[in-house]
């Protein structure tokens, strides 16, 4: 039997300050925060759901031995691009409405499924953040 990864469950970021960040992609992203039930003496785990995935936020000071991560847990070293159904302008107008600044775009990329127009920001950490719709909306 081969092995076939078929979806994307969910992702870790390495942040700075929690609270920051969950913030960040509530209001700019429209993502929703669910925090972990915690084990005695364990600090909440903080999540963000979008559609079928979510983020964990894991603070970068959270020691390998609390939370099992990659190797080089480093805050600001993502790039991530995300999918909406808004046109680029409507994405500029939206972030620029939360003070997001536009760090390129719009432009054309190649997404998983097609043409993209993607708009590029930066997160609170520095973490690249490409907001795309396909430009064929039937994808």
């Not at 669910?34 to 603070?59: A, C, V």
């Not at 995300?82 to 054309?108: M, R």
């Amino acid at each position: 039997m081969n092995l076939k990864v078929k979806a994307l469950d969910h992702l870790v970021i390495n942040v700075l300050d929690v609270e920051v960040s969950a913030a960040w992609y509530q209001s700019v992203l429209g993502m929703t925060r669910h925090d972990s039930d915690p084990k005695p003496g364990e600090k909440p785990h903080t999540s963000l759901k979008f559609g079928r995935q979510k983020i964990n936020l894991r603070p970068v000071t959270t020691s390998k031995e609390a939370w099992f991560t990659a190797d080089n847990a480093t805050a600001g070293s993502n790039d991530l691009c995300f999918l909406t159904e808004s046109n680029p302008d409507a994405v500029i107008t939206h972030l620029g409405a939360h003070g997001v600044a536009i760090e390129k775009g719009p432009v054309q990329k190649q997404g998983a499924l097609g043409a993209l127009l993607s708009v590029y920001c930066r997160d609170p950490d520095g973490n690249l953040i490409e907001i795309s719709s396909y430009a064929d909306s039937s994808q």
